[in-house]
Nanobody
Framework: QVHLVESGGGLVQAGGSLRLSCAPS????????MGWFRQAPGKEREFVAA????????VYADSVKGRFTISRDDANYTMSLQMNSLGPEDTAVYYC???????????????????WGQGTQVTVSS
């Protein structure tokens, strides 16, 4: 059975940084695009960032561009999201996901992702 396990969430003050990691178990996804999404209370799950299978192509939501960096380390089977200059508006549960179809480009569309983690809470205090 395939699992995606997120880690690295927590409580941080505004202006601080966190690094989230996502580690698949049960199989590897080195040929698949992966992404990060987030969901705040009472809101829909929204796109944050995505990366293609090789790491050579990335896309970001406008709200995080310049502050967040997505990367992947297929040697260690992990994907990461470095989050800097965090603000209270970044408070949410963050989910990693794997897009269906090998060698697909990164996508902002959550319905194109077939595998999801359980999420990790990020709370930014003002």
């Amino acid at each position: 059975q395939v699992h995606l396990v997120e880690s690295g969430g927590g409580l941080v003050q505004a202006g601080g940084s966190l690094r989230l990691s996502c580690a698949p178990s049960g199989r590897t996804f080195s040929s698949y695009a992966m992404g990060w999404f987030r969901q705040a209370p009472g809101k829909e799950r929204e796109f944050v960032a995505a990366i293609n299978w090789s790491g050579g192509s990335t896309v970001y939501a406008d709200s995080v561009k310049g502050r967040f960096t997505i990367s992947r380390d297929d040697a260690n089977y992990t994907m990461s999201l470095q989050m800097n200059s965090l603000g209270p508006e970044d408070t949410a549960v963050y989910y990693c996901a794997v897009r269906r179809g090998p060698f697909s480009p990164p996508s902002r569309n959550r319905y194109e992702y077939d595998w999801w983690g359980q999420g990790t809470q990020v709370t930014v205090s003002s």
